[in-house]
Structures are given as C-alpha cells and as structure tokens.
C-alpha cells in the first residue's frame, strides 16, 4: 500500500475529513489532497507529525529507502536557499562598493583612496555608469531575498544568471578603467556567486516531489 493509500485510511479510521486532517498537521488542505492523491510527499517533520498524531512509526508509513530519499531531497532543498539568500547578500552589499575608499585622488603629488562620492579622477558620466553597475545588483539581490520563497526555481534562475551578467559587465568595465581595488574586490564577489550558482545547478540523483511547503 502507497504512502498516499495509507494515510487515507488513517484518516477514515479516525473519522476525519482532509480538512480536518489539514488543521490538526498545520499544513493546508491542498497538501493532504496532494499527499492523499499520490501528487506529492510531505517534508520529513510532515512525516514526523504525521507518524505521531496517528501514533503509528514512520516505518509504518513510509519504508527506510524512501525517508532517506526524502530527507535527501530536503537537504538538497534547503542548500538551495541557502545557496540563493548567499548570491542575494553578496549582491546587496554591492551597495558598499559606493562607500568603501576604492578609488585613487590625487592630491599634491600624493594618491590617497577615497569612496565613489569623492571620485573626481574621472567624469561625471564614468560616475553615473559605476553607479549604476553597483546599484542593479543591490536591486536584483533585494527583490530575490525578498520574494526567495514565492519565487519558482525558474525565477530563482533567471535572478541569478542576470546578478552574474552584471558582475562580469562590472567586472571588465572596471579593469579597462584601471580601477585594481573595484575591479579585484567584484571579482572575488563574482567568484563566490559563481561557487553557489555551480551548488545550486548540481543535479540531483533522484527526483521526488516535494508538497512540504503546499
């Protein structure tokens, strides 16, 4: 018998309706349904919850194999947004670039670094330029950390390849510009980004489908 077979007749047993059921886990009703319909599987504290509100083992739902896949599936979930919120503050803190003393100002044959508001080595349209190029990724990272849990994996995706496109735009415009201290600290950024994005599209070994946040 399927986990989702099973949990129905737990249910019955109990005289229960999905809805019921739904308000007793904390989960919605849609997930039950899901759960109930073979769609889908709860997360592994669902299972947890599950196994203890019909005082039945987790063996008894659902075999070792499968809970071992399932935990493996939560795990690789939970890197993932581990891997997204780190490219979303690497690109928010994009905003200190503004304000850190990066940029060389000569002053009576001395060179001392002052931040981009002090900038006057170069011209104003060079200054907006740096200023955008450090600003669309301030954007990007808050919109994506913002919204990082209604966002599909395609979303997620579409964020991260266009906060890397900036990061290379940045970094080429800043080396041609002779800027060593903008240029190297946002490719070190561009670098850390890459790591995550490269965790995040590792495949995965075998797929599940996972209801734990229906």
Request: a positive charge.
């Amino acid at each position: 018998m399927e986990f989702g077979e099973k949990l129905q007749t737990l249910r019955k047993e109990k005289g229960l309706t999905q809805e019921e059921l739904a308000e007793a886990l904390f989960v919605s009703r849609t997930a039950v349904s899901k759960w109930e319909s073979g769609r889908g599987y709860p997360s592994i504290d669902s299972i947890k919850d599950i196994a203890k509100f019909f005082q039945v083992s987790i063996d008894d739902l659902l075999s070792s194999e499968k809970v071992m896949r399932l935990a493996e599936k939560e795990n690789r979930t939970n890197l993932r947004k581990f891997c997204d919120v780190g490219i979303s503050i690497t690109d928010v803190f994009s905003i200190l670039f503004i304000f850190l003393p990066l940029f060389p100002h000569t002053v009576d044959g001395f060179i001392y670094s002052v931040n981009l508001l002090h900038y006057t080595e170069i011209s104003d349209a060079n200054v907006i330029v740096y200023f955008v190029l450090f600003c669309l990724p301030v954007i990007t990272g808050a919109a994506k950390l913002i919204g990082i849990r209604k966002l599909n994996r395609k979303a997620q995706n579409v964020f991260t390849v266009c906060s890397l496109g900036v990061s290379i735009v940045t970094v080429f415009f800043l080396a041609l510009a002779r800027e060593p201290y903008a240029s190297a600290l946002t490719f070190l950024g561009f670098l850390m980004k890459v790591v995550l994005a490269v965790i995040i599209r590792i495949p995965k070994k075998k797929k599940i489908k996972n209801d734990a946040n229906a």
